[in-house]
């Protein structure tokens, strides 16, 4: 079964997908639609990753109550920065803050983290993969910075992914 529909969900999502933008139930599109939901899995499947290892899964929920967190102070955070601007204009700033997770699985969830808290923003990975340059949207303490995304992200990624 797993090699004629490697990914039953995905196959459900593109069906109700394609069923939703046709606004149609006849039995042509349920057909057409059933052709498209398991065609494109299977060509696609090659570009699936394999999955990572996921091994501590009470640091991975603090992980996400802890972006959560940071998802509402920053939003706070920029929304005060945008309207105080004429007065105190925020202090943007690229900063290269030094990485030891290597695991590409690891590193996808960290860009997932960076792009999705307010204010920061994935900017450029060294080739390498040992150096992270980040922009803040208001900048203070550049040290504190890195010190806080080292200690709040990267390392229960490194305790998840290992």
């Known amino acids: ?23 149609s139930g006849s039995a042509g599109q349920w057909l057409l639609g059933l052709m498209v939901a398991v065609v494109a899995p299977l060509l696609m499947s090659p570009l699936r990753p394999t999955p990572g290892p996921l091994r501590a899964w ?6 996400i109550l802890r972006v959560g967190r940071d998802v509402v102070r920053s939003a ?6 945008v309207v105080r601007t004429r007065r105190h204009p925020p202090n ?4 290269v803050v030094p990485l030891d997770l290597r695991d590409t699985h690891g590193l996808a969830a960290l860009a997932m983290i960076t792009a999705v808290v307010p204010g920061t923003v994935w900017s450029e990975l060294a080739h390498d993969g040992s150096a992270l340059l980040v922009h803040v949207f208001d900048l203070d303490d550049e040290a504190a910075f890195i010190a806080h995304f080292k200690a709040d992200y990267e390392r229960p990624l490194l305790e998840i992914f290992g």
Do not use: E, H, Q
């Not at 079964?1 to 606004?23: A, D, Q």
């Not at 009470?58 to 992980?63: D, E, R, S």
């Not at 706070?76 to 920065?81: H, P, T």
């Open 1 to 23: 079964m797993k090699r004629l529909i490697p990914s039953p969900w995905l196959s459900i999502g593109l069906l109700g997908g394609w069923l939703l933008l046709t606004r």
């Open 58 to 63: 009470g640091t991975l929920v603090l992980l």
């Open 76 to 81: 706070i955070d920029v929304a005060v920065g």
């Open 92 to 95: 943007g700033a690229f900063v």
